[in-house]
Antibody
Framework: QVHLVQSGAEVKEPGASVKVSCKAS????????IHWVRQAPGQGLEWMGW????????NYAQKFQGRVTMTRDTSMSTAYMELNSMRSDDTAVYYC?????????????WGQGTLVTVSS | DIVMTQSPDSLAVSLGERATINCKSS????????????LTWYQQKPGQPPRLLIY???TRGSGVPERFSGSGSGTDFTLTISSLQAEDVAVYYC??????????FGPGTKVGIK
């Protein structure tokens, strides 16, 4: 059974960085791209980017270019999303999600979400 | 970027009645070489991640009840819940994967009980 399990909630001060993990199980980690999507409180879904767990290649949304880094550890079947220079409007639930096939498509499995709060 | 819009923003439907949600894209999502529409629908309940309902605009995901159906082509799509159940109270999002990056989502439609 496929599972994506994310790290726990974080509270950060403005200007700090956060690194969220997403541990995959139940399938071959390197066979499926992982995307990161965030959702601010009471708002919709916002795509942040993807990582190819096999090659490590990444593609980031223009909005986050220069502030986000997506990495993976294939030995741990875990993907990571690090966001730097955080602001209050980065307060959101961050999700990892698996794409069913290829680099882009529908998300068939999602992590449970990680709430990141940015506050002084 | 492809912009996705949804209507209505919210709707309230009596139990057992039909609920219809519309999604419109700023460009066609129909890929002519395979005649597939690159459009998916998700359901999100409070405190939960989104759940896949429909992909290729009309194919139900694994375990999705038959009361959920997707239709449409090109730029105009519809999600229909044929007989609303209490557990269907949620926000519904459409998403395009025709032209990425970026992946883009609609703003969501909140479905409640009348």
């Amino acid at each position: 059974q496929v599972h994506l399990v994310q790290s726990g909630a974080e509270v950060k001060e403005p200007g700090a960085s956060v690194k969220v993990s997403c541990k995959a199980s139940g399938y071959t980690f390197t066979d499926y791209y992982i995307h990161w999507v965030r959702q601010a409180p009471g708002q919709g879904l916002e795509w942040m980017g993807w990582i190819n767990p096999n090659s490590g290649a990444t593609n980031y949304a223009q909005k986050f270019q220069g502030r986000v880094t997506m990495t993976r550890d294939t030995s741990m079947s875990t993907a990571y999303m690090e966001l730097n220079s955080m602001r209050s409007d980065d307060t959101a639930v961050y999700y990892c999600a698996r794409v069913e096939a290829g680099s882009s498509g529908w998300y068939d499995y999602w992590g449970q979400g990680t709430l990141v709060t940015v506050s002084s | 970027d492809i912009v996705m819009t949804q209507s209505p923003d919210s709707l309230a439907v009596s139990l057992g009645e039909r609920a219809t949600i519309n999604c419109k894209s700023s460009q066609s999502l129909l890929y002519s070489s395979n005649n597939k529409n690159y459009l998916t629908w998700y359901q999100q309940k409070p405190g939960q991640p989104p759940r896949l309902l429909i992909y290729w605009a009309s194919t139900r995901g694994s375990g999705v009840p038959e009361r959920f159906s997707g239709s449409g082509s090109g730029t105009d799509f519809t999600l229909t819940i044929s007989s609303l159940q209490a557990e269907d109270v949620a926000v519904y999002y459409c998403q395009q994967y025709y032209s990425t990056p970026p992946v883009t989502f609609g703003p969501g439609t909140k479905v409640g009980i009348k």
